[in-house]
């Protein structure tokens, strides 16, 4: 641990993003309580077909307590949960990408979106998982015009027309040959991921995964999800 990261948790000690308790262990990314009774999307279960991708991992599902934490990071602003969420994403990577990653990116908020919130979560989520891989992380792509937050539209018809054709390969951007992974926070009809993809691949991206915090499906309200036996990271 070096100086700086040591002063960080001396002044403001980590907390688990689930519950908000302090952590006893600063490196875990969530407390002893909350580890066995988290929605954890374990196998074949972590990943979901997306259009246009090689697969989507997930280390959850969008289910209690998930959405309240997930809340506290993307809309109050509590940037410190980009850790463990992203230290979560990173073990999933590494636990199921059938290849080796040779560069992270994320699908960006438009200009008006990221003014209003101040922060791009989807790319602070990317360093985290590249910084803890060791894996370059770069911006790729501009979403060319603000639209509607895909949270707020409930059929994935609507999800789809939302995001489609708005993203668009950024200046100098250079994926030729190069198994991609494209990062967001979640995935619910895999609309904005998909329209990502697309561009990655006409780009000349020769493989494009996608990873997220969470994923959120109709369905999976009636799922019932066995706890994992840890995180080890």
Request: hydrophobic residues 40%; aromatic residues 8%; positive net charge.
């Amino acid at each position: 641990m070096d100086l700086w990261t040591w002063t960080l948790d001396l002044v403001f000690p980590p907390k688990c993003p689930f519950c908000q308790q302090l952590l006893e262990d600063p490196r875990a990314p969530v407390c002893p309580t909350c580890q066995p009774v988290l929605p954890w999307l374990e196998g074949p279960r972590a990943r979901r077909q997306v259009a246009f991708t090689d697969g989507c991992y997930s280390p959850l599902a969008y289910r209690d307590p998930v959405p309240q934490a997930f809340h506290r990071y993307k809309f109050s602003g509590v940037r410190a949960c980009q850790a463990p969420f992203g230290l979560l994403m990173a073990q999933c990577l590494r636990d199921h990408l059938p290849e080796e990653a040779e560069l992270i990116t994320w699908a960006p908020l438009s200009r008006r979106r990221l003014w209003a919130r101040g922060f791009d979560q989807a790319r602070l989520l990317a360093q985290m998982v590249g910084r803890s891989l060791d894996i370059p992380v770069r911006p790729t792509l501009v979403k060319t015009r603000h639209t509607r937050p895909q949270s707020g539209l409930d059929q994935a018809e609507a999800r789809r027309a939302n995001a489609l054709g708005v993203y668009a390969p950024r200046r100098g951007a250079d994926v030729s040959g190069k198994t991609v992974v494209l990062v967001d926070d979640v995935v619910t009809s895999g609309a904005t991921l998909s329209e990502c993809a697309q561009v990655l691949r006409r780009m000349g991206a020769a493989a494009v995964y996608c990873l997220t915090l969470a994923q959120a499906r109709p369905d999976s309200r009636a799922e019932a999800f066995p706890a994992a036996q840890g995180v080890q990271l």
